[in-house]
């Protein structure tokens, strides 16, 4: 496998070159974007190949409803929080890397059991694997929602965070552009939509400049050229994510802070003291809301007591019956509603209705 790296490496370094000595005209266009989508794909596969060379890294099962990854520098505070909102123990103290592997808890708000993650802390280059950091980095992905934990005496460490992310192109906050790409054997590329903003002709330029010959493509967004190839890669990762604003009992004015760095970053923020326990209801509130998800009650019958469900916002009667019953679904006739997302009680819905968060709903199935 070293070999194999070695031969991408030297690969990069040629196709690097050669782009750096064509000029940029129209005329080489064309090449140039065959290049680079080309560059971009040999340095997803360093990634691939130095992974399998280093097969270390932490692997903690998801369970529960939702995951959240706690984020932040050493010493921040991410385990004395994760000992505030969770059932676990995670050890704290003064010193820098405290917490040196994944430590799970279970945060439970209404009815979801939200599963968290005390990670270890991150330092500037996390990205180029200093401090672990790319070890960290990978294990965080798999979340539903990155929690920043900053301490207020040292916010500069948000922009230094901020950077890593950039870095290893994790958009945090911002919708994924929705397009498919479907392989053939056979055919060439089918462009049958695009609403990218880019030329169907640079599309096919740049899927071919990665190896894919025969596809039947469609962008339902727009996507600039950069974004487009590392979707196709694999090599972008969208995520949603707030800031908490720790040891905020170390100074008066934090309800102004907050607000200031709310604008700055257009990033929901809660200030809190993960040891004095100052905002800490708020706080799960917030990680319920920034996961989007719902809380709904079941009712086997009319008049019986419900038991809850935890659906995605957005869902509908048939994702609700598919999630609780596979074999409903088709047997299903219509679903009576009490609450937030019904008229008035038990109204009859269709399938297509869409819920709310503390809605009851009682399937009829066809006889
Ligand atoms: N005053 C004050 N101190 C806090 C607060 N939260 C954490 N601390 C202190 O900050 C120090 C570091 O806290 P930890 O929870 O261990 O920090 P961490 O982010 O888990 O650190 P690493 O595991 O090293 O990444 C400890 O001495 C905590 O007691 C807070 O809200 N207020
Ligand atoms: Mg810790």
């Known amino acids: 496998m070293p070999d194999k790296k070695a031969a991408l490496e030297q690969k990069l370094e040629e196709l690097t070159e050669e782009v750096s000595k064509t000029k940029d005209n129209k005329k080489t266009n064309k090449h140039i974007r065959i290049l680079r989508a080309k560059v971009a794909k040999i340095k997803r596969d360093i990634v691939v190949a130095s992974r399998k060379v280093h097969g270390e890294g932490f692997f903690v099962k998801k369970t529960g409803d939702a995951t959240v990854a706690l ?11 994760i000992n505030a909102i969770a059932n676990t123990r ?7 890397f405290t917490t040196t592997t994944i430590i799970p808890g279970t945060m439970i708000y209404k009815e979801a059991h939200v599963q968290i993650f005390d990670m270890p802390g991150l330092i500037e280059d996390a990205h180029l ?31 230094k965070l901020l950077n890593e ?25 089918k462009i049958e939509v695009n ?3 880019l030329p169907g002709q ?63 970053y257009g990033m929901k923020t809660i200030p809190i003291s993960a040891t004095e326990g ?28 419900g038991h809850p469900m935890i659906l995605k916002k957005g869902a509908t009667v048939g994702v609700a019956a598919k999630k609780f019953h596979t074999e409903i679904v088709d047997e299903l006739k219509c679903a009576y509603i009490t609450g937030p997302s019904a008229r008035f009680s038990n109204q009859r819905v269709g399938i297509a209705h869409v819920l709310q968060e503390g809605d009851t709903i009682t399937f009829i199935k066809n006889k």
Request: proline share 3%; net charge neutral; glycine share 10%.
């Open 202 to 264: 640079d599309i096919e330029t740049i899927l071919i400049g990665l190896g894919i010959h025969n596809a039947d493509v469609s962008v339902w967004d727009k996507v600039d050229e950069d974004t487009f190839i590392d979707i196709v890669t694999g090599d972008i990762h969208y995520m949603r994510a707030i800031v908490v604003l720790n040891k905020v009992d170390t100074r008066g004015d934090y309800q102004k802070v907050a607000n200031e760095f709310t604008k700055k």
């Open 129 to 159: 694997g200093v401090g672990g950091g790319r070890i960290v980095m990978a294990a965080l992905k798999p979340a539903d929602l990155i929690v920043f934990v900053i301490d207020i005496n040292n916010m500069e460490q948000f922009d």
């Open 278 to 305: 100052i905002n800490i209801p708020q706080l799960k509130a917030a990680i319920y809301e920034g996961l989007g998800i719902i809380t709904i009650y079941l009712k086997p019958r009319i008049g019986e007591e």
């Open 90 to 96: 995670s050890k704290t103290a003064q010193y820098a």
């Open 195 to 197: 609403k990218s903003g």
């Open 71 to 81: 984020v932040g520098f050493p010493s921040a505070g991410k385990s004395s929080l």
């Open 165 to 189: 992310f950039k870095q290893l192109k994790i958009r945090l906050n911002e919708k994924k552009p929705s397009l498919q790409i479907s392989e053939r054997l056979i055919g060439g590329i």
